[in-house]
């Protein structure tokens, strides 16, 4: 059964037409969205060889949406062809004393480089080891770095005059001796060098201020609670309130999480949201903006019965 007005049939042919006339050039496909850039990773089995030493290059091309394209014909490019030539199929043949920079092209794409190196002496300095690879640190805090020189085969070598050096020694300085000191919150990357020979970098990340305080239960309740809490300012200088493994509260309705800057929930306290768990580790994003010195208390509060469990003092 039809209902409503008929379409007269001038309408019906207009319509078509204008159908028509949307179909050409402009009809596409539906375009996936664009998830990043392709790009190409190449890997080896060694990064430093001896003269007459042949080391194979793998490449593998990824697509925008991670999938792998093993069709792809690799252009591969040594940076000094006096000391190692590589080719078509990655394979490098070490030839003289020194650095070469290998990398894979393909599509208009670039792969990471790799550097290797060359020595005509197997003692002779070809692997820069650095560790830790990385450490977190709070603000002044120290820690150590340390360079060990190794052959290309692997092995210790005696030690050796090392510089060490941070991509940006605002955040985090580097001493002679390997000594990293946190100074403002961000990331850097310390490396060090042996013989002209380079490391790879330890990352490095230094967190903001650090505030902690051991919960207590509310004077005159019957509720518990106990364990470790701690306000942080990350790299990125957002600020989180933690607790540790070894949180622990009674339970109840609505039971929320407050920072205050008394041991009471006012109405200037800050809402943090629901209490995620009773028990272990859990944490809560507080923003960029608090102001540490006056919101020192961390409370669990039962909402509905404005009832305070416990709190905890940050120091």
Not at 220 to 241: C, K, M, P, R
Not at 247 to 252: A, D, T, W
Request: charged share 15%; proline share 4%; glycine share 8%.
């Amino acid at each position: 059964m039809r209902s409503g007005r008929p379409i007269h049939r001038t309408a019906i042919l207009f319509y078509c037409l204008l159908g028509i006339g949307c179909i050409g050039t402009d009809l596409v496909g539906e375009i996936p969205e664009d998830d990043g850039p392709s790009r190409i990773a190449i890997s080896s089995s060694a990064s430093a060889a001896e003269i007459g030493q042949v080391i194979q290059y793998q490449a593998i091309f990824y697509h925008f949406d991670g999938s792998i394209d093993q069709s792809v014909v690799f252009e591969w490019v040594s940076s000094n062809s006096d000391v190692a030539t590589v080719d078509a199929s990655g394979s490098v043949s070490a030839l003289s004393a020194g650095q070469a920079v290998i990398t894979a092209h393909a599509s208009g794409v670039d792969s990471n480089p790799l550097t290797l190196i060359v020595v005509a002496d197997v003692n002779q300095v070809a692997i820069v080891q650095l560790t830790p690879e990385e450490i977190v640190l709070t603000l002044f805090e120290t820690a150590q770095v340390t360079a060990t020189p190794l052959n290309v085969r692997g092995v210790s070598l005696p030690a050796s005059p090392v510089v060490y050096t941070s991509e940006n020694a605002s955040v985090a300085s580097v001493s002679s001796d390997g000594l990293v000191t946190a100074l403002t919150p961000g990331t850097t990357s310390i490396m060090a060098s042996i013989d002209g020979v380079s490391s790879a970098a330890t990352q490095i990340r230094v967190l903001g201020q650090e505030f902690r305080g051991s919960f207590r239960p509310r004077a005159g309740t019957v509720y518990t609670v106990s364990g470790t809490a701690v306000l942080q300012e990350q790299d990125t200088g957002s600020i989180v309130l933690m607790f540790q493994d070894d949180f622990l509260s009674s339970s109840g309705p609505g039971l929320h999480v407050f920072l205050s800057a008394s041991d009471g929930v006012t109405a200037s306290s800050i809402d943090l949201g629901d209490l995620q768990s009773t028990t272990g580790s859990q944490s809560y994003v507080v923003g960029n903006n608090l102001d540490t010195d006056r919101y020192r208390w961390v409370i669990i509060h039962c909402v509905p019965f404005n009832v305070t469990f416990g709190s905890a003092r940050l120091n």
